[in-house]
T-cell receptor
Framework: KAGVTQTPRYLIKTRGQQVTLSCSPI?????VSWYQQTPGQGLQFLFE???????NKGNFPGRFSGRQFSNSRSEMNVSTLELGDSALYLC?????????????FGPGTRLTVL | GQQLNQSPQSMFIQEGEDVSMNCTSSSIFNTWLWYKQDPGEGPVLLIA?????ELTSNGRLTAQFGITRKDSFLNISASIPSDVGIYFC??????????????FGAGTQVVVTP
């Protein structure tokens, strides 16, 4: 069974640009969560989607947005990039999005903002 | 979400040594999780704990749910080179919580030298 896949794996952008990251969950998983990981800060929760609806949202500015499609694939978008947005962006999927269901992480997209 | 206090931040150990790390929270938790993240990969769940005082092993890894319910510990015995990576904890008050409610530690970087 294929794991969570994320594309692209690496991305370099400049300040002010926007970026779209993609995540394909494990087949049968309807919940997709996004996290930002930076050294020393650990994982910061961005948002969670379930059945095409944003169900939870972390404490990030409106420049960070996402969506989920009917096949459960998800995208996140960051507009007007800032240097501080450089990070590893992780996507994770689970069946229901509840802690009782194990959450499986993708390998991440490494975003560098110059 | 909020961050847990995880220590140490990094450890440089020799092959064969034991490793200990811990996470503390200002809130009482009912679920503690420990993950390992290999370089260039997403986190993988190592051990899940659901009961205060619980001691659970996974091979050479042993994790404990602190009796105060505000801390958890992870031990790696007889370390080997493939133990290198970042280990981090996650905690939540309810197993019915969504993943958005989880708090994460910043991680412990483990480096094993031959």
């Amino acid at each position: 069974k294929a794991g969570v896949t994320q594309t692209p794996r690496y991305l370099i952008k400049t300040r002010g640009q926007q970026v779209t990251l993609s995540c394909s969950p494990i087949s049968g998983h309807r919940s997709v969560s996004w996290y930002q990981q930076t050294p020393g800060q650990g994982l910061q929760f961005l948002f969670e989607y379930f059945s095409e609806t944003q169900r939870n949202k972390g404490n990030f500015p409106g420049r960070f947005s996402g969506r989920q499609f009917s096949n459960s694939r998800s995208e996140m978008n960051v507009s007007t990039l800032e240097l501080g947005d450089s990070a590893l962006y992780l996507c994770a999927s689970s069946r229901s999005g509840r802690a009782s269901d194990e959450q499986f992480f993708g390998p991440g997209t490494r975003l560098t903002v110059l | 979400g909020q961050q847990l206090n995880q220590s140490p931040q990094s450890m440089f150990i020799q092959e064969g040594e034991d490793v200990s790390m811990n996470c503390t929270s200002s809130s009482i938790f009912n679920t503690w999780l420990w993950y390992k993240q290999d370089p260039g990969e997403g986190p993988v769940l190592l051990i899940a704990l659901y009961k205060a005082g619980e001691l659970t092993s996974n091979g050479r890894l042993t994790a404990q749910f602190g009796i105060t319910r505000k801390d958890s510990f992870l031990n790696i015995s007889a370390s080997i080179p493939s133990d290198v990576g970042i280990y981090f904890c996650a905690g939540s008050f309810m197993t019915t919580d969504s993943w958005g409610k989880f708090q994460f530690g910043a991680g412990t970087q483990v480096v094993v030298t031959p």
